[in-house]
């Protein structure tokens, strides 16, 4: 897992799974804590995450609403938007651009 960017924009490749999920919350809490208005999170290179990768995001996003700031999705990969629905997290996150309109479809 890599995460590149600023306190504005982060964009996280690789992996975002039980090995990467104590790296990945100290970057992203950091990023949150320091700055200012909302933080994108672009996922587009991201290959994969399981449930502590999941966590880890959900963590962001509360922190993001202890500091008064919003954590938005970008660039979510098919397979992870199909979990965020599955999970209704899809209603709960801010999502760039929404979600795909199979995903949903094939919630219903």
């Not at 600023?6 to 996280?12: K, M, R, T």
């Not at 208005?37 to 991201?46: A, E, Q």
């Not at 922190?63 to 979510?76: D, F, K, Y």
């Amino acid at each position: 897992m890599h995460i590149r960017g600023d306190h504005a924009e982060l964009a996280v490749g690789g992996r975002l799974d039980v090995r990467s999920a104590a790296d990945a919350r100290t970057v992203l809490h950091a990023a949150l804590d320091d700055g200012a208005g909302d933080l994108v999170l672009d996922l587009t290179g991201l290959d994969s995450w399981d449930a502590t990768g999941l966590g880890v995001i959900m963590s962001a996003h509360r922190r993001a609403g202890r500091t008064g700031r919003r954590l938005v999705l970008r660039g979510v990969p098919p397979q992870m938007q199909r979990l965020l629905v599955a999970t209704r997290l899809h209603r709960i996150l801010a999502i760039e651009g929404g979600l795909e309109a199979e995903t949903l479809k094939g919630a219903l």
